[in-house]
């Protein structure tokens, strides 16, 4: 099942179960969506489920929060997520901390969707990756889901959660096919937001990524294991709440520890992580420090040679595991 | 209620195309076809009238025939009104004297808010700027509640967590202010929205809607272009939008000349007129109920007291203008009207002030005396259930505070 696939039965599936469960966004309704994640979902439940809205992110992000404070549970669709900006206000001051500042009367359970990070050949304005900006905010949940099986357990959480989840999906991820297993395609199918995935069992290196870069990391465990290194890959699909304690685990394994990403690294997801296992125990665990591999600290460039250098490859990640291990 | 907007020039039966189809219709806007070029500014138009009730001798006023108020009431319309004006005086002071951060008095707006307020019910839902706290106090806010907030102390219903004049009221449908200009407006309409269709699916018809309250500097905000559009668009939306307007933040006829350019019926009402502000909120909330469709209320005014107490406004405003805007304040236009039906006198007056005075000062100082929000309340509500980095940090003060106790005033603060 393609990751869209996926993500088009948890919205059918939440829909059908909970009335108060509608989508809103441009395009989502007749278009299908501009990437066909809510494909036949207007034809099937009509107008007052599935809204087109004029083309304005601080609008109809106000509508949705506004009808999650009246009881809704809306799930609000940017076309990209480069486009939320414009909507920021509305996420973080009003979605992320009317609940706290209501004193607990007034919770906004509201999910923001959409692709995130970078896509291909779209420039600085359309590849970033939201990641650290709405995990710094308290109040708000955030998940990134990697594979088909994520995406569908996640969305169907985060419909599901009495609190706003931002739902970080990834447009390259998009028409990729992954397995689905018997228990992930039924439809009482939710995972718990906060809680990784250990993708791959290692013992000499763990390696931490979310997103599309968690395939980056398998790839080169694949790689490694070749040379006799098991890596452990963990999908951290929450970025807030954040797993520390399986990244803990595995580093008292495993001793070393990397972070991969596609966002930028200043303040980015792979500090945290690195900043959190130096106050944890697991530092103690550590034979080298934790090294970050992320994108570029620039804006991404538009043409196709100086994309892939401002993204982390494959290869990128065996370098770095060779020299964590002292092997080169 | 109907608008007036009368073209100077000849206009609708210029010259028609007849090459041209007979009746164009892009999208969807109906227009004759014209040989003659036109510009269109404000200078063709009549500005939009100011709908009234009290005139300025407040003499032989003429009641619209469905203006139905009993005595009682409009004696509450005016304690209200004065309510809120003692009020204001006393927590500007106390900000003035540092005892709290901020404060916003509503000076001038007081018919705005209470005629407004006594037009709608219960189960309409509010969603304020900030300066509305007359609405809040006529669905029952008694002033020790407003009194409790701007102390953040224990009997604050917002835990401290929100700066003073930021009220919420779940009881009283009153939806908590956001600093943020403007977010109220696209919510509002959200919330209308979920009243008109979802929860439809599920409740019998409800007879309510949704009134968003926003300035003229919000109504220079993009979120406001987005409310506007929405609410015309989404056809389905029984919310409205009351605004005042000042000259700075726009060219042209004001807000109200907005409304029929987004498809939006529109009233300009004099705001420093309570009858009128109550007349024209119960016109268009009857209009929403019926029409499902949204309205728009712009109510002139002037702002007497500063912008906050961040603000000195004689900076940009000269005392003349402000002695001429006392003349006209609501409060006074009002009990003139009260007198000369024989329904208030200066007695009377004397009494109420003092009454009220006395009141307001008895809460002002309990809540000085109220312990502060248990400190707990710091970690609490940031999600539904706490998780478990922010219940590590409260246990580990919880450890500290135990352990340092002698160090810290915890008997300003309510035990947990």
Known sequence: MTVRDALNSALDEEMERDEKVFLLGEEVALYDGAYKVSRGLWKKYGDKRVIDTPITEAGFAGIAVGAAMAGLRPVCEFMTFNFSMQAIDQ?????????????????????????????AGVAAQHSQCFGAWYSHCPGLKVVSPYNSEDAKGLLKAAIRDPDPVVVLENEILYGVQYPMSDEALSKDFVLPIGKAKIERVGKHVTLVAHSKAVEQALEAANELAGKGIEAEVIN?????????????????????CLTVEQGWPHCG?????????????????????????????TPMPYTKSLEIAALPQMSDVVFAVNKVLGLQ | MKTQRQFHDTTTNAKIDTIGTKNPSFLGIQAVFTGELRIIDEQCYDPLSIFRILNSSHKHVQLPEDFKLDENILIKIYRKMITLNIMDKILYESQRQGRISFYMTSTGEEAIQIGSAAAVTLEDVIYAQYREAGVLLWRGHSVADFMNQCYGNCKDASKGRQMPV????????????????TTQLPQGIANSLAVGTAYALKQSKKNACAICYFGEGAASEGD?????????????????????????????????????????????????????????????????????????????????????TSDDSTAYRSSDEIAYWTRYMPIIRYRSYLESVGLWSEQRDIELKKRIKNSVLLAFTE????????????????????PKHISKQMYSMEKHVVEFHKHYPLHFFKRA
């Open chain 2, 224 to 308: 406001a272009h987005a409310a506007f559009n929405f609410a015309a668009t989404l056809d389905r939306n029984n919310g409205y939008a009351i605004s005042t307007p000042t000259r700075e933040q726009f060219k042209g006829d004001g807000i109200a000349a907005r409304g029929p350019a987004y498809g939006i019926p529109t009233i300009r009402v004099d705001g420093n007129d309570v009858l009128a502000m109550y007349y024209a909120t119960k016109v268009a909330r009857e209009f929403c109920i019926r029409s499902k469709k949204p309205f728009l209320i712009e109510a002139m005014t002037y702002r007497i007291g500063h912008h906050s």
């Open chain 2, 166 to 181: 930021h009220y919420g009221s779940k009881k009283l449908n009153y939806v908590t202010i956001s600093s943020p200009l």
């Open chain 1, 91 to 119: 996420i973080i001051n009003s979605a992320a901390k009317t609940f706290y500042m209501s004193a607990g009367r007034v919770n906004v359970p509201i999910v923001f969707r959409g692709p995130n990070g970078a896509a």
């Open chain 1, 236 to 256: 951290l699909r929450s970025l807030r709440p954040l797993d520390i304690d399986t990244i803990v685990q595995s580093i008292v394994k495993t001793n070393h």
């Open chain 2, 367 to 386: 809540a000085e005396k109220e312990h502060k929000a248990c400190w707990k309340e710091l970690f609490t509500d940031v999600y539904r259930t706490m």
């Open chain 1, 269 to 297: 997801i792979g500090a945290e992580i690195s900043a959190r296992i130096s106050e944890s125990e697991a530092f103690y665990h550590l034979d080298a420090p934790v090294i970050r591999v992320t994108g570029v600290d």
